[in-house]
């Protein structure tokens, strides 16, 4: 809800207050106050078009302010914090400037914004209804969507079904036209993939083969060279039986453990020697057996080399494609048959998404057709009902139809287009309402349309201007009561010349010109009962005092009081 509007340097308006309230406020002045300027002002605080020569001369720009109560939870409050703004309180400040050159700027809860982020906001914060500013009604989107809330539950319940199956097959679709538009890809990705498993089957890997293999063709590789070390390492030890001078290891060791046996009690330091001595000939010993055996076992075996080099040959071709080692190897080769099992279920899962497809359609179809069925009903009900409303706002001839046309293609609330159409007397054909009536009409079309809306198409306020042209008496109070019944439901804010609309206002707001041809604050003045009469007085005889005037005046306050009491 708007709480308060600030204007600066636009149009007579030189710097300005607008406090408003919830309810039904008017907003009234002498011609040429300036009363229009207050919507000019609503509309470019909402991202209404920029016109420079609206600029007030010698300002340099024109700047309107706007302070509103939105939901923390809403998504308002939720677009305001995703473009970096903030809240306080509940409160968002929107600010927007135009300068005498026709640049344009606007901030939203304190951080600069682009305008259209202020128009789209204002599909859920505000409906400026007027002959040059924003009208959302206009829009066949938003006449689609206050048709269905004005349908009901009925057609609430079927839409939301039609949603989630207009979901399913779209999924359906978009994963069909995948696995049939990749099909090529998928086969040809299947064939690869299956020639690798096979060959790497075929080789018959074993975890840490490479690693084995490479051990035995270094031992099969250097066979007479490990043969002749083993050898010539046991004859350092033992002794070589061929030779004449015995120079072994383990018989010097011997000769040294028995010069210390013989000595060794008489000092225990060097029987710890002594003792250590021994250690080493048992290992000496152990070392010498285990080279003697070593050395019998070693045998070339070229045959076995020629293998091993081929098997290796082997592997190494087959970790270029598929793995460093054989573990890697066989890593590939089992993700590989995981991925070939789902590549050749393909053609099984494509059979059961087109039998899906086809129920989901049918499905889809047989909602579609129940939402046409009832959007049909609910646009004669609802054109009756708009065309009843203009016959007591003074167009007793024009008539409202809702044009429903189906197409063959399912969107995402159905098949059907929604247009409001208006004839504005009998032998005029039906035209959109933007092309169907002048501007005085347009607004009491959209006011007609709003009432019968109301609670069906939520928005939290409505700006009328000129809703009032071109008629006085019983349709002027006809006017003033529906904009109070609107008012029920939303903050209503409408500027108006007529005394009969201006009655049924809750909060009644006055601007006046000061002597230099300008408003100012005070210009904008919030009138009590006595001021009202005054005012109304001044709207129906041109005299604040006159005392017919103000008897007229008191009357219309009486009967607007009752009637919204009743």
Do not use: C
Not at 202 to 209: K, M
């Amino acid at each position: 809800m708007l709480e308060e509007v600030h204007i600066r340097g636009l149009g007579v308006i030189d710097d300005a207050v607008l406090e408003l309230s919830p309810g039904f406020t008017v907003v009234t002045g002498e011609t040429g106050a300036g009363k229009t300027m207050v919507v000019t002002g609503l509309g470019l605080l909402f991202g209404g078009r920029a016109d420079p020569q609206r600029v007030r001369p010698g300002t340099g720009r024109a700047v309107v302010e706007g302070r509103l109560s939105v939901p923390a939870d809403g998504r308002v409050a939720d677009r305001v914090v995703e473009a970096g703004g903030e809240l306080d309180d509940d409160i968002l400040i929107l600010t927007r400037m135009v300068s005498a050159e026709g640049r344009s700027r606007a901030t939203l809860g304190g951080r600069s914004a682009p305008v259209s982020l202020l128009a789209y906001l204002a599909d859920d914060l505000v409906a400026v209804h007027g002959q040059s500013d924003q009208q959302r009604l206009l829009r066949t989107d938003r006449q689609r969507a206050a048709l269905d809330r004005y349908a009901g539950a009925e057609l609430s319940a079927t839409l939301k079904s039609y949603v989630a199956t207009y979901r399913r097959h779209r999924e359906i679709a978009e994963t069909l036209d995948e696995l049939t538009t990749r099909a090529r890809e998928r086969a040809q990705e299947a064939d690869v993939l299956r020639f690798g498993v096979e060959e790497i089957a075929a080789a018959e890997l074993q975890p840490g083969e490479d690693a084995e293999l490479l051990a035995e063709e270094g031992r099969l590789a250097h066979a007479d060279a490990l043969r002749v070390g083993a050898t010539t390492a046991h004859e350092a030890l033992t002794g070589d039986p061929a030779a004449d001078v015995q120079a072994d290891v383990v018989g010097l060791l011997a000769g040294a453990r028995a010069s210390l046996t013989a000595v060794r009690e008489h000092d225990p330091a060097l029987a710890s020697v002594a003792d250590r001595l021994d250690e080493v000939s048992y290992v000496l010993s152990d070392a010498a057996t285990e080279l003697a055996s070593y050395a019998e076992s070693v045998e070339a075996d070229p045959a076995r080399l020629a293998a091993i080099q081929e098997r290796r040959a082997l592997l190494t071709q087959l970790s270029r494609k598929y793995g460093e080692t054989t573990d890697d190897i066989l890593a590939w080769a089992e993700d590989a048959t995981k991925r070939l099992t789902e590549l050749e279920g393909d053609d099984d899962r494509i059979e059961e998404l087109r039998a899906e497809e086809a129920e989901v359609g049918a499905r889809l179809g047989e909602l579609a057709t129940e939402l046409t069925r009832i959007r049909t009903e609910t646009a004669e009900r609802f054109g009756t009902a708009v065309t009843e409303e203009l016959t007591a706002l003074a167009m007793p001839h024009a008539r409202v139809t809702v044009k429903l046309t189906t197409g063959d293609d399912f969107g995402p609330h159905g098949r059907d287009d929604i247009e409001l159409l208006l004839a504005p007397h009998p032998s005029a054909p039906p035209l959109p309402l933007n092309k169907g009536a002048s501007g005085g009409e347009l607004s009491r079309v959209m006011l007609a349309i709003e009432v019968v809306f109301a609670g069906a198409d939520p928005v939290p306020t409505f700006v009328f201007d000129e809703v009032d042209a071109g008629v006085g008496g019983k349709a002027a109070v006809e006017i003033g009561r529906r904009l109070a019944r609107l008012a029920r439901r939303a903050q209503v804010i409408v500027v108006t010349h007529l005394p009969q609309v201006a009655a049924f206002a809750d909060n009644h707001l006055v601007v006046e010109k000061s002597n230099e041809g300008t408003v100012t604050e005070s210009g904008v003045t919030r009138l009590d009962r006595g001021g009202r009469t005054r005012e109304l007085s001044r709207m129906l005889a041109g005299l604040e005092d006159s005392e017919l005037g103000r008897a007229h005046a008191e009357e219309l306050l009486t009967i607007a009081a009752a009637d919204r009491t009743s």
